[in-house]
């Protein structure tokens, strides 16, 4: 008997990467029923080689779902998915509604698969931040062999973090400056195309942004709370695919040798590293990938046992939908969530 799951945000971005995973992974899922508001309501979405019409969120019966994966923003999370989970199925949001509650596990797989037997909490699982996620897939396997000291991360981040309206920008605007048209700004402060914006979410009283503090806190939940980490978090006019430049020092010496060869064997990297043109990876070709990528592995000599990489990956998939998918593989292969039965 398989498992019954509902994606939330469905006709989204993310969600219907969500819905291409599961097919693609060859969950074991009986059925699978795409959840969007009333206005997406009938809208068809993907799985597969099948076709489903999404159905309202506010009026479903969540009383025979195992497993709801949420992708509707935090505001709809904080409202539903206390309610979905009181009827009983196992809720793994990608907001950050639930990311800092102490009594909801916020999970990599690959970096804190453990930390998901603690779900019963609450009945709903944390997806952190898609720059979070890559970077701690990571950083995982180094800090076991070295243990990390302090993270300095510049991330480049694509329009498609900033959802379907963040895209829309940046083709909209990339195609008035190539015919001499007014560029409109209405997602972004600034202009996007052919440009950096130093600025992802709010700004904080210490003049970080949310993005960058959202970074710092969910590192130290899903790795170690001794990190110390400091990030700069930068938009930039990419449709797929988060990078980041990344310098670590750690307490006990690594080369950069040791890193790749650590890295080379870690689950969920991918290491792309040669000394020539080309020789790394970019957005361009991660996109569609489920791998965090990390090249330009090198020594930084000026700090003690310190260490400078590149990380890029896939921010709709292992950022968002794949790690989802990936949780709920993790509750299934550790038998902590049983199918419920179901009326013929």
Same mark, same amino acid.
């Given at each position: 008997?398989?498992?019954?799951?509902?994606?939330?945000?469905?006709?989204?971005?993310?969600?219907?990467?969500?819905?291409?995973?599961?097919?693609?992974?060859?969950?074991?899922?009986?059925?699978?029923?795409?959840?969007?508001?009333?206005?997406?309501?009938?809208?068809?979405?993907?799985?597969?080689?099948?076709?489903?019409?999404?159905?309202?969120?506010?009026?479903?019966?969540?009383?025979?779902?195992?497993?709801?994966?949420?992708?509707?923003?935090?505001?709809?999370?904080?409202?539903?998915?206390?309610?979905?989970?009181?009827?009983?199925?196992?809720?793994?949001?990608?907001?950050?509604?639930?990311?800092?509650?102490?009594? +909801?596990?916020?999970? =990599?797989?690959?970096?804190?698969? #453990? &930390? *998901?037997?603690?779900?019963?909490?609450?009945? %709903?699982? $944390?997806?952190?931040?898609?720059?979070?996620?890559?970077?701690?897939?990571?950083?995982?396997?180094?800090?076991?062999?070295?243990?990390?000291?302090?993270?300095?991360?510049?991330?480049?981040?694509?329009?498609?973090?900033?959802?379907?309206?963040?895209?829309?920008?940046?083709?909209?605007?990339?195609?008035?400056?190539?015919?001499?048209?007014?560029?409109?700004?209405?997602?972004?402060?600034?202009?996007?195309?052919?440009?950096?914006?130093?600025?992802?979410?709010?700004?904080?009283?210490?003049?970080?942004?949310?993005?960058?503090?959202?970074?710092?806190?969910?590192?130290?939940?899903?790795?170690?709370?001794?990190?110390?980490?400091?990030?700069?978090? +930068?938009?930039?006019? =990419?449709?797929?695919?988060?990078? #980041? &430049? *990344?310098?670590?020092?750690?307490?006990?010496? %690594?080369? $950069?040798?040791?890193?790749?060869?650590?890295?080379?064997?870690?689950?969920?990297?991918?290491?792309?590293?040669?000394?020539?043109?080309?020789?790394?990876?970019?957005?361009?070709?991660?996109?569609?990938?489920?791998?965090?990528?990390?090249?330009?592995?090198?020594?930084?000599?000026?700090?003690?046992?310190?260490?400078?990489?590149?990380?890029?990956?896939?921010?709709?998939?292992?950022?968002?939908?794949?790690?989802?998918?990936?949780?709920?593989?993790?509750?299934?292969?550790?038998?902590?969530?049983?199918?419920?039965?179901?009326?013929?």
């Amino acid at each position: 008997m398989g498992y019954k799951v509902a994606v939330v945000g469905a006709t989204g971005n993310v969600g219907r990467v969500m819905l291409d995973i599961l097919d693609e992974r060859a969950f074991p899922a009986d059925e699978v029923v795409a959840l969007a508001s009333r206005r997406s309501q009938g809208v068809e979405v993907s799985y597969g080689d099948r076709r489903l019409k999404a159905k309202a969120l506010d009026t479903y019966d969540f009383s025979d779902v195992d497993i709801c994966l949420m992708s509707a923003g935090g505001d709809v999370s904080r409202e539903w998915a206390p309610r979905i989970a009181a009827q009983g199925a196992v809720v793994i949001d990608n907001s950050s509604a639930w990311r800092y509650d102490p009594d +909801v596990p916020l999970v =990599v797989p690959e970096v804190n698969a #453990e &930390a *998901v037997r603690d779900f019963k909490k609450k009945n %709903i699982i $944390a997806n952190p931040n898609c720059s979070t996620a890559q970077l701690v897939v990571a950083l995982k396997p180094l800090h076991d062999a070295a243990k990390i000291k302090r993270v300095v991360v510049a991330t480049y981040q694509s329009v498609s973090g900033a959802g379907k309206e963040g895209e829309d920008e940046l083709d909209r605007q990339t195609r008035a400056l190539y015919s001499l048209q007014p560029v409109e700004q209405k997602k972004f402060p600034k202009r996007i195309a052919f440009n950096l914006i130093p600025h992802i979410d709010a700004f904080m009283e210490d003049g970080s942004t949310k993005e960058e503090w959202k970074m710092v806190a969910e590192t130290k939940k899903i790795l170690d709370p001794a990190i110390k980490l400091t990030a700069t978090c +930068v938009r930039v006019p =990419v449709f797929v695919g988060h990078s #980041e &430049a *990344v310098n670590v020092e750690f307490e006990r010496p %690594i080369t $950069a040798d040791e890193a790749r060869e650590i890295l080379r064997s870690a689950p969920g990297v991918m290491v792309i590293d040669t000394r020539e043109p080309g020789g790394y990876i970019t957005p361009h070709e991660a996109a569609g990938e489920d791998a965090t990528y990390v090249s330009r592995i090198r020594e930084d000599i000026t700090v003690e046992n310190g260490l400078s990489f590149w990380c890029v990956s896939d921010n709709l998939r292992k950022g968002a939908a794949l790690n989802a998918v990936q949780i709920a593989e993790t509750l299934v292969n550790r038998r902590l969530l049983t199918p419920r039965q179901r009326a013929a």
